[in-house]
């Protein structure tokens, strides 16, 4: 529970950081390109809402002792859900992560102990429902800095990185041929913030191929 509680206070920090930065977003600016290729900063804050939203759907499930489908339609119903609220307005668009937000902190609040016991079905499979809110503090802190609006991945909360560097290590390594495991000296040799960044395909590393673990 302490680790459950720990990504929580993380999670819950990272909404309200990303709400205090979007307060005056225009239509101009939720229609600029953001810094993931072929979207917009509209297409990115519409999947930060719908990723909130599917977290519910599975946190729900949990407590009633169900499994839920991330999304019930899959990826095509995923993208075109991201297409379809890209297109609302900017006041629309925040007002929706914040509800999403909301209704996402108070299921949480709301979750049994034998639901977060749980699990749920991702597109790239089962999961323990107790490690969402973590996946939803990377979610939220990385695809934050995405918008390209007030924040790098500089600015990374230094919790956050230390934590998903650990959790990205152990995957880079397992992908690793028997013998080979390690983080290349390169990336060694850069800052965390940077390390994390490169690993989540946000950063380039000078010598250094994309790490491609996040796909």
Do not use: K
């Amino acid at each position: 529970m302490e680790t459950l509680e720990r990504d929580i206070r993380g999670a819950t920090r990272a909404h309200r950081f990303s709400e205090s930065c979007l307060g005056g977003l225009t239509d101009d600016a939720a229609r600029r390109p953001s810094l993931l290729p072929g979207w917009t900063v509209g297409h990115v804050l519409a999947h930060i809402a719908l990723n909130a939203e599917s977290h519910v759907g599975m946190l729900e499930a949990a407590n009633r002792g169900e499994v839920a489908v991330q999304y019930p339609g899959g990826r095509a119903q995923r993208d075109a859900a991201i297409e379809e609220g890209a297109g609302l307005s900017a006041e629309a668009l925040v007002a929706r992560v914040a509800a999403a937000n909301a209704e996402l902190e108070a299921c949480w609040a709301a979750m049994t102990a034998e639901g977060w016991m749980g699990q749920g079905e991702t597109a790239s499979g089962p999961v323990e429902v107790a490690d969402l809110p973590f996946r939803r503090w990377r979610e939220t802190t990385v695809h934050h800095t995405d918008l390209g609006l007030c924040h790098g991945w500089a600015d990374w909360p230094a919790d956050y990185v230390r934590l998903d560097l650990q959790r990205l290590t152990m995957l880079w390594d397992s992908r690793r041929p028997m013998g080979l495991t390690g983080l290349p000296a390169a990336a060694l040799a850069v800052s965390e913030n940077h390390r994390l960044a490169w690993m989540l395909g946000r950063a380039d590393i000078d010598g250094l191929a994309p790490a491609g673990l996040m796909q």
